[in-house]
């Protein structure tokens, strides 16, 4: 059960990501460059996809994925929603810190030696080789934005 209720939070975590890269979308895309958008929908789709996966490894686990981002999801809105108003960059570092957040998580989880091997393996080869290209794409994003 235990193994179920730390891909839950993965799950809810990812979620949470997903619903901060559409809300940070619909700003950008009204004053962001095209390649801006363009990365940060890539960014969006591969958050898609860990949901997916994780989905997929709960439910093989004989457990029920969770349906929504949770308290940290309504957190992360109402931050992004702050940033959209504060502009791009505030935008963008929002994103990153999200990311960065994440990559600890799943480092945190890797760290624990009673983690079956399925559940290491999606970290190991998946979750959190994304979330670390996530914060390469957006220290590249915000290079720019700070030139």
Known sequence: MHNIDTLNKFLEDELSATETYQQVQTKLSEDAGLGECQD??????????????????????????????????????????????LGKEVALRSLQSGEKSGAEAYEEALQKTELPLDIRSLIETKLLPAQQEHIRTLDRLLAVETE
């Open 40 to 85: 940060l929908t890539l960014l969006y789709e591969e958050h898609k996809e860990a949901v997916s996966s994780l989905q997929t490894l709960i439910s093989q686990l004989g457990g029920t994925p969770s349906a929504d981002s949770g308290a940290w999801g309504t957190w992360a809105q109402i931050v992004q929603g702050g940033a959209n108003l």
